[in-house]
């Protein structure tokens, strides 16, 4: 048991370490790139480094780009996502097999083989360029998100379903009056699931937008990387300082949420 709690303390320490290394070193005044600087003297910590950034990037707006990129992105992935998810998993039509597969399929088409004609599609035939529209329209419909809600409507009781018919339920008041109180959980391992890929997301928002005032962080702070961080007086701090940025919202995110996300109950909607 020792040996055990041993073994899983050095695998915390080993995965925790960047992130203690990325805020330590976000806070030095003077970089310190060796060993030693994983334990900084007191007198050599300041917030500088964010003030600098943030003087660069102004942290504040991109990171209300990112997060309406990413609550756009989110709210089309539930609201499609639970609708498709329940289309498949409990409505019968045809085709409905070929449907899923294709979905499935969809999933190991890597996103930058598309780039090129998205960018086609959303910039010369919408005209959706340097927009919050062009930078979420790619993004609305999760292919895994589809397949993670169908798999929690399946698991639900088909008595439930059947009951709600007879008393003459329609299928939408059907689906939001039991089924999605009834997976709760997979709403929220969507919304989780869903959030660190538009929240740290380059590519596509790069090629999109032009103006810096719509640019989310990720973008950011690499056109801080590329222009402004050789003039800067610790642009090794400054970047970290930006990366710490960044990642706090998700490391949040899934400390607050970790226990919920991963528990269900979905037989509490059956009596006896």
């Known amino acids: 048991m020792k040996v055990k709690f041993v073994a899983l303390l050095l695998g915390a320490f080993v995965f925790l370490f960047p992130f203690y290394y990325m805020l330590i070193?976000?806070?030095?005044?003077?970089?310190?790139?060796?060993?030693?600087g994983a334990f900084p003297k007191p007198g050599n910590l300041t917030l500088h480094n964010y003030t600098e950034i943030n003087k660069s990037i102004h942290l504040g707006r991109s990171l209300i780009n990112s997060g309406i990129f990413t609550g756009g992105v989110i709210l089309g992935t539930l609201v499609f996502g639970v609708l498709a998810g329940y289309a498949l998993a409990r409505l019968q039509f045809r085709g409905r097999g070929l449907v899923f597969n294709l979905m499935l399929l969809i999933q190991?088409?890597?996103?930058?083989?598309?780039?090129?004609?998205?960018?086609?599609?959303?910039?010369?035939?919408?005209?959706?360029?340097?927009?919050y529209s062009g930078m979420i329209l790619p993004?609305?419909?999760?292919?895994?998100?589809?397949?993670?809600?169908?798999?929690?409507?399946?698991?639900?009781?088909?008595?439930?379903?059947?009951?709600?018919?007879?008393?003459g339920a329609s299928e939408l008041s059907i689906l939001w009056r039991i089924a999605v109180p009834l997976v709760r959980p997979a709403l929220l391992t969507g919304?989780?699931?869903?959030?660190?890929?538009?929240?740290?997301?380059?590519?596509?928002?790069?090629?999109?937008?032009?103006?810096?005032?719509?640019?989310?962080?990720?973008?950011?702070?690499?056109?801080?990387?590329t222009t402004v961080s050789a003039r800067a007086a610790n642009p090794f701090g400054a970047v970290l300082?930006?990366?710490?940025?960044?990642?706090?919202?998700?490391?949040?995110?899934?400390?607050?949420?970790?226990?919920?996300?991963?528990?269900?109950?979905l037989s509490s909607g059956v009596k006896g």
């Open 191 to 225: 919304v989780l699931l869903t959030f660190i890929g538009p929240w740290n997301e380059f590519l596509w928002p790069f090629l999109i937008t032009k103006q810096q005032d719509l640019q989310p962080l990720a973008v950011s702070l690499s056109n801080y990387l």
């Open 25 to 36: 070193g976000s806070l030095q005044a003077e970089p310190d790139p060796s060993v030693s």
């Open 139 to 167: 993004f609305l419909i999760n292919s895994t998100a589809v397949f993670v809600f169908r798999q929690y409507f399946l698991q639900l009781p088909a008595e439930l379903f059947d009951a709600a018919r007879i008393d």
């Open 241 to 265: 300082a930006g990366a710490c940025v960044l990642a706090a919202p998700a490391v949040t995110l899934f400390i607050i949420f970790q226990r919920r996300f991963i528990s269900t109950n």
């Open 108 to 131: 190991v088409v890597p996103f930058q083989l598309l780039t090129i004609p998205l960018y086609v599609l959303i910039v010369r035939s919408y005209g959706l360029a340097d927009s």
